[in-house]
């Protein structure tokens, strides 16, 4: 089912990944102690290049990777196949990279 | 040694529409494998019980069945080894039944085909035959790949066969990894073609089922992570 | 009841891979569009915010800490396999991944009370 493309970008978004997720670990860990409040997270990023590009890339990633995983588990697991699998993957990944972006700039811009 | 003790044995019968288990009790023996048991019914219980056994010795890979839910080589496998309670002896998982215990093995030979598993030469012979040193790692790669028996274990243990129809399975993976470590071996590129394509190496999800079953101890997982290597950087370099 | 010939660990090691994957994909559209409330301004943010003091969500927060560390340190793995040299020792390193995912969710769990 995976060829060797969707295997490609399924390790090189893995790979990608792997720093994000600890830092995004990390801030997570740091930023829950004392509670959270939105004014603390909208301070952090607002107006940050940093972290729309961290966020960012984060999300573009993760959604590549998740469409990727979803593909695999709908065929094996559900059966799907052809274009409904296609349709499934790339939907579900188009959906996460909206709204991803979207809520990237909803904590990044001023 | 004659014993009075049995042992309980579940055996399952029918066809490609469907069957079940039928219960009999065998006489207990010092050594006793499974195809002994598996024997010990046709001959005294069951006369139309259908399996397959050639060698009896772990050579020819004719033997393989489910017992307790495992994939196993009967002829080398006692009854003490394979667990509590009744024996339950079933056909391989993940190949059509054609009777009783016997499989049809027709896809399984056709995937070891469909991946590369025919050496492809890249001489003549005629030409002299070329020296092999056996300190290469290709050389070292290829031997830890050799010695398969074609028992179908491995396939039947594969939960990525299971779910998915095209794949080659660990067996005819294995087998093309270890023709691409053959330095005499001209098929390099249409077997990694192969590898990298919808039935490839890359359905592959590193459970290692396969090695942790296989009866000659091979890890045809190890053998695969080599294909997943050798096709992307195949791939890399626009050789397929 | 786990079929017979799945139970070995790295048969394990996968299904929480798998799992771990999932929820995780599934998780996300939410995550998402909660973030996405900042676009009406801080206060709508602020009001889901307050609800994640409930202590049943800090523990469903801390159990979606493991499930992405696991899934990292579990792929991690599942790379090293297979694009390094072949190791044997891929129980321990699946175990290590578990342990140390849950290493992550405790020290998060630990912040957050």
């Known amino acids: 089912m995976l060829d060797v493309r969707l295997y490609l970008a399924q390790r090189i978004t893995a790979l990608v990944m792997a720093p994000l997720v600890i830092g995004h670990l990390a801030v997570m860990i740091y930023a829950v102690q004392g509670g959270l409040s939105g004014a603390e997270i909208l301070a952090r990023t607002q107006g940050s290049v940093l972290w729309a590009l961290f966020y960012g890339a984060f999300v573009l990633a993760a959604a590549i990777h998740a469409a990727i995983g979803i593909r695999a588990i709908a065929y094996e697991v559900a059966g799907i196949k052809g274009t409904a699998l296609n349709l499934l993957s790339l939907g579900f990944g188009a959906l996460l990279l909206v709204m991803g972006l979207r809520a990237v700039a909803a904590v990044v811009l001023p | 040694m004659a014993s009075t003790e049995t042992i309980d044995v579940e055996i399952w019968q029918g066809d490609a529409n469907g069957g079940a288990y039928r219960a009999y009790a065998v006489p207990a023996q010092r050594s006793q494998t499974i195809l002994d048991v598996v024997t010990w019914v046709q001959q005294n219980a069951e006369p139309d019980l259908t399996y397959r056994f050639a060698c009896r010795v772990g050579m020819c890979g004719s033997c393989a069945m489910t017992v307790n839910g495992k994939p196993r080589w009967t002829c080398r496998t006692h009854v003490s080894k394979a667990g509590d309670g009744p024996l339950r002896i079933a056909p391989l998982r993940n190949l059509p039944v054609i009777k009783d215990l016997v499989c049809d093995m027709t896809e399984f030979f056709d995937k070891w085909v469909g991946a590369g598993g025919v050496f492809k030469p890249s001489t003549t012979r005629d030409d002299p035959i070329p020296a092999i040193d056996p300190s290469t790692v290709e050389r070292a790669a290829a031997s830890e790949a050799i010695e398969c028996i074609n028992c179908a274990i491995c396939y039947s243990a594969c939960d990525a066969v299971a779910q998915n129809d095209g794949y080659f399975g660990p067996a005819a993976l294995n087998r093309s990894w270890s023709l691409i470590n053959d330095i005499r071996d001209a098929g390099r590129t249409e077997r990694l073609s192969a590898a990298a394509g919808t039935g490839g190496c890359f359905n592959c999800h590193s459970q290692q089922g396969c090695a942790s079953h296989c009866p000659n101890l091979l890890n045809p997982t190890l053998s695969i992570a080599g294909l997943k290597r050798a096709a992307v950087k195949a791939k890399v370099r626009g050789e397929i | ?113």
């Not at chain 3, 790379?79 to 020792?89: C, D, K, Q, V």
């Open chain 3, 1 to 113: 009841m786990i079929a017979e010939h799945r139970q070995q660990p790295l048969w394990f090691a996968f299904a929480l891979h798998r799992i771990s994957g999932l929820l995780l994909a599934l998780f996300l559209p939410a995550h998402f569009y909660v973030l996405g409330l900042a676009l009406k301004g801080e206060a709508a943010l602020d009001g889901f915010v307050a609800w994640t003091d409930n202590p049943m969500v800090k523990l469903a927060e801390t159990v979606l800490v493991f499930l992405l560390a696991v899934h990292m340190f579990g792929g991690l793995r599942v790379m090293a396999l297979e694009m390094l040299p072949w190791s044997s020792r891929q129980k321990t390193f699946a175990a290590l991944a578990a342990a140390g995912a849950f290493g992550v969710a405790v020290c998060f769990l630990l912040g957050a009370l």
